[in-house]
């Protein structure tokens, strides 16, 4: 089937029914929403001085799984690029008044050791002349965007949940990942994705979205909130004012957003709208918006989009955090001491990750001493960076328990709740001759290939094993053939070979694209007369490149979570109950859809 469209039309099609609620009256304030400092945050601000006022801004990354004794390679890593060997010097030298978690960056090893490197986070802040606890970020998105592993609690990403559409799944995520990310000392979450991907070229934003209807990703965008903050864990929507139509990666080059501003107002803004009143923090995009903002400065440094329109048309008064300082598009246009100094004036409160924070640091320290910027205003922003410490209780409970650690996060009711939640986000796009269930008794043996994509952190993978695995815990015969997401012509041709007598092949693909080899391969398998159950692991228009397969089923991530759901459901263990959140258009003609929004098939019984 094909619906005759035009890409425009795809866009407002996605909003029009939809924007006019979403636009409306915005949700009531949380009860515990930002409200104005007190006057003991005033006093204690009075106390600080200037070098510790302008730290209060900063964000960044630190190496090392301690505050105080790293490896040598983390010290290394910290001298090159920070100029102090751990954790608690940098919060020493520069009184910075955040850290930002990274798998990379060796922080998050396992939960007790997290826990411990947050209480020695908070030791080295609360040891300096002016005493402040330091509010402790991560990206924990869930799906294919993850900091913290197993054995913490891993959902299904947002689109999945687009797919999954209840507003109370999305709330439980909030409040179980809440949970345990604030049992580790972290408490503040750079999370949900509240972008609207209405382009499915877009190479950044993709399935971190809920989905292509404006209304729907306000709704989901909102429960997700809720249930982070019911947990005690600031949440922050991004990236403000909207990066879901781009097909630019704003880490290495800098998006334009051609979108009208009424355009705007239908399909980006909802989601932002939905949450403004009781959100504790917002993201910037390092985006061009020429039709809410004519100079083309990124987003992230715009006076009329941060504080003319978050601010005084939405209302909006917690923290406004930049995106990562260290990414190509807002560096593009100005020098790295210079940004930070221009996302103050734009109305940014926090500034996240600058890729040299000296640079950044003095530049804002410059700024101060020459009148560029006020005091009064760097006391905006620290007063509403503490507040939100304060609201999240760093200043009555800065510290975390491993008992804690222990008691929350990876529990069975938490692994329990997340199964759940997954099993009701597969979609089913195609079926022919009812091929699935499948049944131990007709699909015994059962080859699964594909490509075996690095695993999202802290999941088991790859993909093929986890597969194959959760096909024989079920009761079928499973061997697992990785073929990568470039498969060669040998490749193709031993997954051929290794096909012949088996039952049925699963067979997995990312990002494929038109004619490409992994089209190639699973036309080939389609070829050789064994059933082909097609599993798109990631993007879900892959589909509309493919031939050959019999059934066809979208997962929206390679998480062991998700993989081990959409087995469920190829064995009649769950019904398919996701329904696509994006339209997915034809590979022959993108003008016209293949399948729309909603579209998801279930089993007949």
């Not at 598009?329 to 221009?342: I, S, T």
């Amino acid at each position: 089937m094909s619906y005759r469209t035009s890409r425009r039309t795809l866009l407002t099609t996605a909003a029009a029914t939809a924007a006019t609620a979403a636009v409306g009256p915005a949700l009531p304030a949380y009860a515990d929403a930002p409200r104005a400092p007190s006057a003991r945050l005033r006093r204690l601000v009075s106390r600080m001085s200037l070098a510790e006022k302008v730290g209060q801004l900063f964000v960044t990354r630190v190496y090392g799984h301690s505050a105080t004794a790293p490896d040598q390679a983390d010290i290394d890593a910290n001298l090159s690029e920070l100029g102090v060997r751990t954790a608690a010097e940098l919060i020493a030298r520069y009184h910075v008044g955040g850290i930002i978690y990274f798998t990379w960056a060796h922080n998050t090893r396992d939960p007790h050791q997290i826990a411990g490197l947050s209480n020695g986070i908070q030791r080295a802040g609360l040891s300096q002349p002016t005493p402040v606890p330091l509010l402790i970020a991560t990206d924990q998105e869930h799906g294919i965007v993850c900091r913290v592993g197993r054995p913490a609690t891993l959902f299904p990403g947002a689109m999945a949940l687009g797919a999954g559409g209840s507003a109370r799944d999305a709330r439980t995520l909030g409040r179980v990942a809440g949970a345990e990310l604030r049992a580790l000392g972290i408490r503040q979450n750079y999370s949900p994705d509240a972008d609207v991907n209405v382009n499915p070229a877009n190479p950044v934003i993709g399935v971190r979205s809920f989905g292509a209807d404006p209304a729907a990703v306000a709704r989901l965008a909102a429960a997700e909130v809720r249930g982070y903050q019911e947990a005690g864990v600031a949440a922050t929507a991004k990236h403000f004012p909207g990066h879901g139509d781009t097909t630019v990666d704003s880490h290495t080059g800098i998006p334009v957003i051609t979108h009208t501003r009424r355009q705007w107002e239908e399909l980006d803004a909802p989601p932002f709208r939905a949450v403004a009143a009781g959100i504790d923090s917002i993201m910037t995009a390092h985006i061009q918006f020429p039709a809410l903002d004519a100079t083309n400065d990124p987003a992230t440094l715009s006076h009329p989009i941060l504080t003319g329109i978050l601010r005084e048309e939405l209302g909006y008064r917690g923290v406004i955090v930049t995106d990562s300082l260290g990414m190509q598009g807002v560096r593009d246009k100005y020098g790295d001491d210079r940004v930070p100094v221009l996302a103050l004036k734009a109305g940014a409160d926090q500034l996240l990750n600058p890729p040299d924070l000296a640079v950044a640091w003095n530049g804002v320290m410059a700024a101060v001493t020459s009148g560029e910027i006020s005091e009064a205003r760097l006391d905006e922003s620290i007063l509403r960076v503490l507040e939100l410490k304060e609201r999240r209780g760093l200043f009555s409970h800065p510290y975390v328990s491993h008992d804690a650690v222990d008691r929350v996060v990876g529990t069975r009711p938490h692994l329990a709740a997340a199964d759940a939640v997954a099993e009701r986000t597969t979609t089913l796009l195609a079926n022919t001759g009812e091929l699935l269930p499948l049944s131990r008794r007709g699909h015994r043996d059962v080859l699964v290939v594909g490509p075996d994509p690095a695993s999202p952190s802290g999941t088991t993978g790859p993909p093929t094993t986890v597969l194959a695995g959760a096909l024989a815990e079920l009761g079928f015969r499973a061997s697992a053939l990785p073929t990568g997401t470039l498969p060669s012509q040998a490749q193709i041709d031993a997954a051929v070979a290794a096909a012949r007598g088996k039952d049925v092949v699963v067979v997995g693909t990312y990002n494929a694209g038109p004619g490409g080899a992994q089209a190639r391969l699973v036309a080939a398998l389609g070829a050789s007369g064994v059933p082909v159950v097609h599993l798109a692991i990631r993007n879900p228009y892959d589909i509309a490149h493919l031939s050959g397969y019999t059934a066809s089923l979208a997962t929206y991530s390679w998480t062991d979570v998700e993989l081990r759901a959409a087995v469920r459901v190829m064995a009649g263990r769950a019904e398919p109950v996701g329904r696509l959140p994006v339209a997915v258009p034809r590979g022959d003609d993108p003008a016209r859809v293949l399948y729309p929004i909603g579209y998801g098939l279930s089993y007949r019984r």
